[in-house]
């Protein structure tokens, strides 16, 4: 059963409200995370947790205990210049590394006009209503090192 430091090997979709596939590891390896050490949002996590090899899960996960709730503070407007000569390569939906003094923030354009580009630093997922369908598919106690180091090593997982 799936418990704190247990690794689990999981196939999982994840739709949007309304109905949109987001996500899925269909036709690729399966998901292997470490359990209880903040590898898979919590929401899903609190939901897996007891579950047994074999078991499916329909898990619908809030805002709040997937990628959070859109924080405005996150979202600027920023002169043209600021891109320098990068500028021309700059378009709604790219994505990108803004270096702020946290370090670097990975941003989304949302709007651009004549002398701005808004950008955007909140997950793309945040606000959203995440269903997953999830299958189990292996279970194992994690191993010292991967406890120690929070995530799963070999197959599947952290390469050292």
Known sequence: ???????????YELKDSEGEVLDSSK???????????????VGLEEQLLGK????????????????????????????KEAFGEEIDKVEVGMRFQAE????????????MDDATVTV??????????????????????ASAEEVEHGHVHGPGGHQH
């Open 27 to 41: 036709g690729q390896d399966p998901l292997v995370y470490l359990h209880g050490a903040g590898n898979i949002i």
């Open 100 to 111: 702020t003094e946290q370090g670097p923030v990975p941003v989304v354009v949302t709007a």
């Open 120 to 141: 955007d630093g909140n997950h793309p997922l945040a606000g959203k209503e995440l269903h997953f369908h999830v299958s189990i598919a292996e279970i194992r106690d």
């Open 52 to 79: 047994a090899v074999g078991d499916t899960v329909d898990a619908v996960v809030a805002p709040e205990k997937g990628y959070g709730m859109p924080v405005d503070a996150l979202i600027q407007t920023v002169p």
């Open 1 to 11: 059963m799936i418990k704190q430091n247990s690794v689990v090997t999981m196939h």
